[in-house]
């Protein structure tokens, strides 16, 4: 996994993170907190599940300093511009798609099942989101019927990752479809409306 890929997706999801904190009356320490939990929640979560020590961005500094910094930046331009809420939703997306596959990917490569290192993949991409809209003291994102296909576009394009990596020989490109999968399902859904079914009793 090329280094710049983890790097670029925490400074995606810190971004996120400041731009739901809007309307929260968040001050900038509270806007750094939950653009740390955002940035490193889901690998953490990940590296602990594969005991992996010490986690990632303990042994690589440099994360927690991408997401301070991509966040301190958001922070002071929101104060100067108005940045679209779709931003938000795009963001996401991107973020998901990247951490999605570094997470199977990571898993994978520290010889994980397939499976295993799908649902890791899932958490990966999922759970730092869950745990800033949580601190925003909302339902997660992931939980909503109206967020259309959010995991499970990571774990379509995981599903894709594993099955391209175990069944032809090793390519670069295998990632990349991927996270294009996760992307494009994501966006997709986001313009179309597409989703699950809602869960319903004869009595609704």
Known sequence: MPV??????????????????????????????????????????????????????????????TALTAALVTFVLVRFTHLPHKLLDIADAFGLALFGIAGTEKALALGTPGIVAILLGIVTGVAGGILRDVLRQEIPWVFKADVNLYATAVFVGALVFVLLRQSLPASESHRYIGMTVILVMRLAAMRWKLRLPTYRTRTD
């Open 4 to 65: 710049w890929i983890e790097y670029f997706a925490v400074a995606v999801c810190a971004i996120t993170a400041v731009l739901a904190a809007e309307g929260k009356h968040v001050d900038l320490f509270g806007v750094l907190v939950l653009a740390l939990v955002t940035a490193v929640g889901g690998g953490t979560i990940r590296d602990l599940c594969l005991g992996v020590r010490p986690l990632f961005w303990i042994a690589e500094p440099l994360h927690v300093w």
